[in-house]
């Protein structure tokens, strides 16, 4: 984004010299408007978009995945759920690093 004032300079320097008169503040403001009309643009690269349909994504998926959590449950009372310390903290450092991300 370019910021150029220079149009503003001149035009105080003609109100300073008396060769304008200053603009009512209704004519101001639409010219306002105008500039900040024309000049407010914004493109984001194809790798921002990316990430914000990813953590768009992200935050629509279900906190809970109920499917996961019956079968779970199901081996839990048959007694036949084991799960090994290594896949948990596995699991912990794969969760703590996409918060981290997010």
């Not at 109100?15 to 004519?27: F, L, S, T, W, Y």
């Not at 690269?45 to 995945?65: L, N, V």
């Amino acid at each position: 984004m370019k910021i150029d004032d220079s149009h503003l300079i001149e035009g105080y320097r003609q109100i300073a010299h008396g060769q304008v008169q200053r603009p009512d503040k209704e004519a101001k403001e639409s010219a306002l408007q105008q500039t900040r009309t024309a000049a407010d643009d914004v493109n984001l690269s194809s790798r921002a978009r990316q990430y914000q349909k990813m953590k768009k994504t992200a935050m629509e998926a279900p906190d809970i995945r109920s499917d996961k959590v019956e079968d779970i449950r199901a081996r839990i009372e048959a007694g036949t759920y084991n799960v090994r310390g290594e896949q948990v903290a596995s699991g912990i450092v794969k969760e703590s690093v996409v918060d981290t991300l997010l």
